[in-house]
């Protein structure tokens, strides 16, 4: 099979190819996109943070379980349908590859629709669910309501995004994000500080970068270099649709499982602690996104390698891929483990507005975070290897292992064997006892 690479857009034969540059010729695409999105979600934050204040972060924090659902439907599909496709096209049938496609996109659109228009019709008891009372759950219902009809552009093109990947546009991938995070900012900076819309701009924001990033990913079918072809209606072949959903399946239950961690953890902060700790979680969250970013960029990079190597049967070139993915996990690891330890208080600072409070709380959170920063990444990039080898049960024992069963036990077993720092520092009506003096920069 023949893929172009990066930079002079070189032809690479996976069947003849080194395995090493072919690694990185994979790598380097998705470790960029993924480096240009946190750059972004950190921009995005601190322009909510210094534009609408302790409230916005924990109406941002309180909103992520919905992304983690729709992530969840279009990654499963989007990772199942794509590793399906380069398995196709690892053996040569670029017919049903493309059917596959149609598919997911189909499945991905509907499912979205129907969770969504739920979501919006139990939204009050929702808000309620999620622990949000008095003005917090009023602005979370503004916020969510305007911001839930998008979120369909973020699944689709998601879904986009895999099937672009592994069809030869690692870089239109890259160019179609960034296009996107930049209308984000461009747009927050303009509804909240502009046109003071408040809380209601930044999920406009929100919402219409999607759309543009959306817009950008569907030039790769007027672009004349695909494999793929402009998607059209194709009827759901049940089979077909179980191996998509198999294969995608860890990813949704990593995903749920993250949504409802996400609703627990809130929850507790905001029925033991404060919405101060909520803000706080909210920007450990995004910083945290970085590092998980990174870790998911290796797995994204190398899914379409094994996919295609075990189409084709050449278990070497799996088991060199393997090895190079786990050194560069275990090295971003550690250098994400020191980075955190040395001084999290200048980043937090200019995250929270210079909130002395929450930088308090969030610096005591990310350090702990970020201690087991390198089984995290190992955790991840196991997943997505056996995702890719079509072994997805044990993909998903994994995943729901770290991000489910011992965040849940952690969360209401931690904060009584450790009461400062199970939950971090910062009980309800201890706020005043923060001492750390961080100047504006």
Same mark, same amino acid.
């Given at each position: ?7 002079n857009m070189e032809k690479i034969n996976l069947e003849q190819a080194p395995v090493k540059k ?72 670029i017919s049903s590859g493309q059917t596959i496609f149609e598919q997911s996109l189909i499945v ?127 009827? *759901?072949? @049940?089979?077909? +649709?179980? %191996? ?6 860890? !990813? &949704? $239950?990593?995903?749920? =499982?993250? /949504? ?81 330890? *040395?001084? @999290?208080?200048? +980043?937090? %600072? ?6 002395? !409070? &929450? $930088?308090?709380?969030? =610096?005591? /959170? ?76």
């Amino acid at each position: 099979m023949i893929l172009p690479g990066i930079g002079n857009m070189e032809k690479i034969n996976l069947e003849q190819a080194p395995v090493k540059k072919t690694f990185w010729i994979y790598l380097m695409p998705a470790l960029l996109m993924m480096g240009v999105k946190s750059a972004f979600v950190m921009l995005d934050m601190m322009m909510v943070s210094h534009g609408l204040g302790e409230n916005a972060l924990a109406l941002m924090g309180l909103s992520r379980p919905f992304f983690f659902l729709s992530s969840g439907v279009s990654m499963t599909i989007g990772i199942g349908g794509a590793t399906i496709m380069s398995v196709l096209f690892g053996r040569g049938d670029i017919s049903s590859g493309q059917t596959i496609f149609e598919q997911s996109l189909i499945v991905t659109s509907v499912a979205l629709i129907i969770i969504f228009a739920s979501c919006f019709y139990f939204l009050d008891d929702i808000v309620t669910l999620m622990g949000a009372t008095g003005e917090l759950a009023i602005q979370l219902t503004e916020y969510l309501e305007v911001l839930l009809p998008w979120i369909l552009f973020h699944g689709v093109g998601w879904v986009l995004i895999f099937f672009i990947k592994n069809d030869r546009s690692s870089v239109l991938v890259m160019v179609a994000a960034t296009a996107g995070f930049t209308i984000n900012i461009i747009l927050d900076y303009l509804f909240i500080f502009e046109l003071s819309w408040g809380i209601k701009g930044a999920a406009w924001a929100a919402g219409l970068s999607q759309v543009f990033m959306f817009c950008c990913l569907m030039l790769h079918f007027f672009m004349g270099k695909s494999t793929l072809k402009f998607p059209r209606f194709s009827f *759901i072949a @049940p089979d077909q +649709l179980g %191996s998509i959903v198999k294969i995608g399946s860890p !990813v &949704l $239950v990593l995903d749920l =499982a993250g /949504a409802f961690a996400a609703v627990i953890y809130n929850r507790v902060l905001l029925q033991q602690f404060s919405e101060s700790n909520v803000a706080a979680f909210s920007v450990v969250t995004g910083v945290s996104m970085i590092f998980l970013f990174t870790m998911t960029s290796i797995g994204q990079a190398t899914q379409p390698l094994f996919s295609f190597y075990w189409g084709a049967g050449n278990k070497d070139n799996i088991r060199a891929i393997f090895v190079y993915g786990v050194k560069i996990t275990v090295l971003l690891g550690v250098f994400s483990t020191l980075l955190t330890l *040395i001084n @999290p208080e200048f +980043l937090l %600072s200019e995250l929270t507005g210079h909130n002395v !409070v &929450l $930088v308090g709380m969030a =610096a005591t /959170a990310l350090q702990l975070y970020f201690l087991g920063a390198v089984m995290m990444g190992l955790n991840m990039f196991a997943a997505a290897f056996f995702q890719a080898i079509e072994m997805p049960w044990t993909a998903t024992v994994i995943s729901l292992a770290r991000s489910f069963v011992f965040v849940i036990v952690g969360v209401f077993i931690l904060p009584k064997l450790l009461p400062e720092s199970g939950i971090w520092s910062g009980r309800r009506h201890e706020k005043d006892k923060c001492t750390i003096n961080i100047p504006p920069v």
